[in-house]
C-alpha cells in the first residue's frame, strides 16, 4: 500500500546524524536488525548516563533529523503517509490500525512507526484511558471523533449489547455532519480508537470492561450462547454451542455448575435456563406461584398455569400439585386461588 521502503528510509535519516544519537535512535525504536527495542533506562546504563539525558539525545537527534537535508528529500513520502491516514481513516487513525495496514511484519512495523514519529505533517495523540494511541492530521476532525466515541460510550449500560448497525448508527448521530463525509468502514476504524467500546467474539458491541465484551471463563461464553439462540437452553446444549460458536473446551458439569452460581441466568425447566434479563422470575414453581398473586390477585387455575408457562417450563399438572399446599394457597368459592394468609 507504501510506494517505499521503510527500512530503507531510516537508514537514510539515520545517517544525518552523529553515532551516539544514531544507536539511541537505533535501540529505542528497535530499528536493529533484531527488531529489540530497549528503554531509556537501559540506554542510559549502556552510556553511564541518566534516562533523561538519553531522552534529551533521542529529542535532539529527531529534530536534528527534520532539519537535514535527507528529511526535505523526502518530502513526498511524508506527504504519502498524510494522504494515507486520510484515506485509512478520513484524517485519524487508530496506531494500530494503521501499522496493521501498511506494515507487512514487527520489523517493518519498527521502522514505519519511526518515520512517522519523525514527519511534522501529522500528529499523534498518546494513548489514555479512553482512547488508544492515534494519528490525525487535523485536531479539530480528532476532537468531534473522540468526543462522539466518549458520548457513544455513555449511551451503553456495563451489560448492554447492541449490533454493528446499531452502534454505528449511535456513532453518526454524535458525528453529525461529519458521519455524511465518510462509509462504514471509516467509522469502525474510529470505533477502534476507543479503549471504553469494543465488540465481543459474536461481533456485537458493548463496553469494554463488560464480560459480555471481554469474555473470559465458561459463565461469559455461556451467557453469549443464550443470548445468541434468544429462547432458553438445556444446559448440555448449551456446553456444545460454546464448543461451536467460540471453539472453546466447555464440559458438561463444568457449564451446569457455572449457570446455577451466575446471576445472569434462571433455571425454567429441568436443565433449562434463560437469561435473567429476559423477565423470568428466579425461584422454583411455588414461589412464581406466589409472585403472581401477590402482583395480580385471586386468579383461575387455568389463568395461573397460563401465567406460570411463561415462566418456567412445566407440565401442567406441577402447577396444579403445587397449587394443593393449603400453606401457601388458599381455594376461594367462586373457584380462583390467593395466597394464605
Known amino acids: 500500500m507504501i510506494t517505499f521502503k521503510p527500512k530503507q528510509v531510516t537508514k537514510k535519516l539515520l545517517a544525518a546524524l552523529p553515532e551516539r544519537a544514531r544507536d539511541v535512535l537505533t535501540k529505542r525504536y528497535g530499528l536493529n536488525a533484531a527488531s529489540e527495542t530497549f528503554t531509556l533506562e537501559a540506554i542510559g546504563q549502556s552510556y553511564g548516563i541518566t534516562r533523561e539525558r538519553v531522552r534529551q539525545i533521542e529529542n535532539y537527534g529527531i529534530a536534528s533529523i527534520q532539519k537535514s537535508p535527507v528529511y526535505a528529500e523526502h518530502a513526498e513520502l511524508f506527504a504519502e503517509l498524510h494522504e494515507l491516514i486520510k484515506q485509512l481513516g478520513g484524517g485519524v487513525v487508530a496506531e494500530h490500525v494503521l501499522l496493521d495496514n501498511l506494515a507487512p511484519d514487527e520489523s517493518t512495523r519498527n521502522h514505519l512507526y519511526f518515520i512517522l514519529v519523525v514527519g511534522d505533517a501529522f500528529y499523534k495523540g498518546k494513548e489514555n484511558p479512553l482512547y488508544a494511541h492515534r494519528w490525525f492530521t487535523e485536531k479539530k476532525i480528532a476532537d468531534t471523533v473522540e468526543k462522539a466515541l466518549k458520548n457513544v460510550h455513555g449511551t451503553l449500560n456495563r451489560d448492554d449489547l447492541v449490533s454493528e448497525q446499531e452502534i454505528l448508527n449511535r456513532f453518526r448521530a454524535e458525528l453529525i455532519e461529519l458521519a455524511d463525509k465518510h462509509d462504514d468502514e471509516t467509522l469502525k476504524r474510529w470505533l477502534s ?74 433455571l425454567v425447566g429441568r436443565g433449562l435456563y434463560a437469561l435473567t434479563e429476559w423477565g423470568y422470575t428466579a425461584g422454583v414453581v411455588k414461589d412464581v406461584l406466589r409472585e403472581i398473586l401477590a402482583n395480580d390477585g385471586p386468579l383461575s387455575r387455568e389463568e395461573l398455569i ?30 380462583t386461588y390467593t395466597l394464605a394468609e
Open 193 to 266: 480508537i476507543s479503549k471504553q467500546i469494543a465488540q465481543n467474539p459474536l461481533g456485537d458491541w458493548g463496553p469494554s470492561d463488560s464480560p459480555n465484551v471481554r469474555v473470559k471463563g465458561i459463565r461469559d461464553y455461556a451467557y453469549l450462547a443464550v443470548k445468541r439462540h434468544g429462547s432458553p437452553m438445556h444446559f448440555k446444549e448449551v456446553s456444545e454451542s460454546i464448543k461451536e460458536l467460540f471453539k472453546h473446551k466447555a464440559h458438561v458439569a463444568t457449564t451446569h455448575n457455572e449457570l446455577i452460581k451466575d446471576a445472569r441466568f434462571v
Open 306 to 335: 397460563d401465567k406460570v408457562r411463561k415462566e418456567r417450563y412445566v407440565k401442567d399438572n406441577t402447577i396444579v400439585v403445587n397449587l394443593q399446599d393449603t400453606n401457601l394457597f388458599k381455594r376461594l368459592s367462586n373457584g
